[in-house]
Nanobody
Framework: QVQLVESGGRLMQAGGSLRLSCVAS????????MGWFRQAPGSEREIVAS????????YYADSVKGRFTISRDNKKSTAYLQMNTLKPEDTAVYYC???????????????????WGQGTQVTVSS
């Protein structure tokens, strides 16, 4: 099992930029694909972005494509989500998630992720 701790969430103005971090401890995440999800009040948790184990392949939800960038630094056991041109509809709790060791490919499905962080709140005001 890996422990994931997100940070970086805050209140932002629309149009601003923010970077979220997710630090892993416990087992290594170097052979796990990672994902960022978000959940707005009254909504289901949805995929934002996913990255494979090497960082060479990524997936983005249509709603964030071209604005958000997912990355990782395996030496630091950290995943990142760079969010640019923020919109009020980006307001949500953002969660970091890890697939099992050896599951190296990106995934859009929540059920493919076995370890989750506690989430960090991002609020975007208009």
């Amino acid at each position: 099992q890996v422990q994931l701790v997100e940070s970086g969430g805050r209140l932002m103005q629309a149009g601003g930029s923010l970077r979220l971090s997710c630090v892993a401890s416990g087992r290594t995440i170097s052979t796990s694909a990672m994902g960022w999800f978000r959940q707005a009040p009254g909504s289901e948790r949805e995929i934002v972005a996913s990255i494979n184990w090497l960082g060479s392949s990524t997936y983005y939800a249509d709603s964030v494509k071209g604005r958000f960038t997912i990355s990782r630094d395996n030496k630091k056991s950290t995943a990142y989500l760079q969010m640019n041109t923020l919109k009020p509809e980006d307001t949500a709790v953002y969660y970091c998630a890890a697939r099992e060791a050896g599951n190296t490919r990106t995934s859009q499905s929540r059920s493919d992720y076995v370890d989750w962080g506690q989430g960090t709140q991002v609020t975007v005001s208009s």
